[in-house]
């Protein structure tokens, strides 16, 4: 794939916008003027982006983003692909960037403890060390099928805004608990940027996330301690450790990954 035309690139940042109006304006006509493909959300709390194109076209976006002091040196994961991943451009505004705590976010996360960042590779090394540590999967259910950390502990979630509820589930369960350290992961980080300080808020004693979630994992230690692939959100569907799109597709029923030339096992009623 290091010959591929098309480069992915994905990441976010949490920077006060008092302008997301004027920003989506001059944003997409911007990104459309260069030929840039795929989804950008933006809200008064930050921005989410995901798009694809030529080297130029990618190069070209970098430099549109770095005229502005917010988005300057935006860190975008790259991943590569054989066709554009998107069917447009779509730049919207938001309550939040990805939906957690609703029209007082901003304020909220705010007023949260930080939860420090730990690179992959101590993941992994904490991992060949069997540390007595909780591993949390924040994503939604149909992306764990896809893949994940063995060892984890999963949510059961269909969306990321059930979150909340299912730790409060988790605890009286006794499936969590607040005294074990804990690392929670997402596939780019970002859920993670808001889970992870509202459970330190919520009395967890020790969380740490990892930084630029499983995308920046699998770049950096492939598929060490790690089983399966990767869900991804835009028509790639799923990458390999290696991150190189699997060719699946997307039931649309139940939202799983389905490999080439099969049929989803939803519509052979086994799930």
């Given at each position: 794939?290091?010959?591929?035309?098309?480069?992915?690139l994905?990441?976010?940042?949490?920077?006060h916008?008092?302008?997301?109006q004027?920003?989506?304006q001059?944003m997409?006509?911007?990104?459309?003027?260069?030929?840039?493909?795929?989804s950008?959300m933006?809200a008064s709390?930050g921005?989410n982006v995901?798009?694809?194109?030529?080297?130029e076209?990618?190069?070209?976006?970098?430099?549109?983003?770095?005229?502005d002091?917010?988005?300057?040196g935006l860190?975008?994961?790259?991943?590569?692909s054989?066709?554009?991943?998107?069917?447009?451009?779509r730049?919207?505004?938001?309550?939040e960037i990805?939906?957690?705590?609703g029209?007082?976010?901003?304020?909220l996360q705010?007023?949260?403890p930080?939860a420090?960042?730990i690179?992959?590779?101590?993941?992994s090394?904490?991992?060949?060390?069997?540390r007595?540590?909780?591993?949390?999967?924040?994503?939604?259910?149909?992306?764990?099928?896809s893949?994940?950390?063995?060892?984890s502990v999963?949510?059961?979630?269909?969306?990321f805004?059930?979150?909340?509820?299912a730790?409060?589930?988790?605890?009286?369960?006794?499936?969590?608990?607040?005294?074990?350290p804990m690392v929670?992961?997402?596939?780019g980080?970002?859920r993670?940027?808001k889970a992870a300080?509202?459970?330190?808020?919520?009395?967890?004693?020790?969380?740490?996330?990892i930084?630029?979630g499983?995308?920046?994992?699998?770049?950096?230690?492939?598929?060490?301690h790690w089983?399966?692939?990767?869900?991804v959100?835009?028509?790639?569907?799923?990458?390999t450790?290696e991150l190189?799109?699997t060719?699946?597709g997307l039931?649309?029923?139940?939202?799983?990954?389905?490999?080439?030339?099969?049929?989803?096992?939803?519509?052979?009623?086994t799930?």
């Amino acid at each position: 794939m290091t010959d591929s035309p098309i480069i992915n690139l994905s990441g976010y940042r949490f920077v006060h916008l008092d302008d997301t109006q004027d920003i989506q304006q001059r944003m997409k006509q911007a990104l459309s003027d260069i030929g840039v493909q795929g989804s950008i959300m933006l809200a008064s709390e930050g921005i989410n982006v995901s798009m694809a194109g030529t080297e130029e076209q990618m190069i070209a976006a970098r430099n549109w983003f770095n005229e502005d002091s917010r988005f300057a040196g935006l860190w975008l994961k790259q991943s590569l692909s054989r066709l554009v991943p998107y069917r447009r451009l779509r730049v919207r505004v938001r309550t939040e960037i990805i939906a957690f705590d609703g029209q007082d976010s901003e304020a909220l996360q705010a007023q949260r403890p930080q939860a420090p960042s730990i690179s992959p590779d101590t993941l992994s090394q904490w991992l060949d060390e069997a540390r007595d540590i909780t591993l949390l999967d924040t994503r939604n259910d149909y992306e764990i099928v896809s893949g994940t950390f063995p060892a984890s502990v999963h949510m059961d979630i269909k969306h990321f805004r059930n979150f909340k509820a299912a730790v409060t589930k988790a605890l009286e369960a006794g499936t969590l608990d607040k005294e074990k350290p804990m690392v929670t992961y997402c596939t780019g980080g970002i859920r993670c940027e808001k889970a992870a300080p509202w459970l330190l808020e919520n009395g967890f004693r020790e969380v740490y996330q990892i930084e630029g979630g499983l995308l920046n994992y699998l770049e950096t230690c492939g598929s060490r301690h790690w089983q399966g692939d990767c869900f991804v959100f835009d028509e790639r569907v799923e990458l390999t450790p290696e991150l190189v799109p699997t060719g699946a597709g997307l039931c649309y029923h139940c939202q799983l990954a389905v490999p080439a030339g099969t049929q989803c096992r939803c519509q052979l009623g086994t799930h």
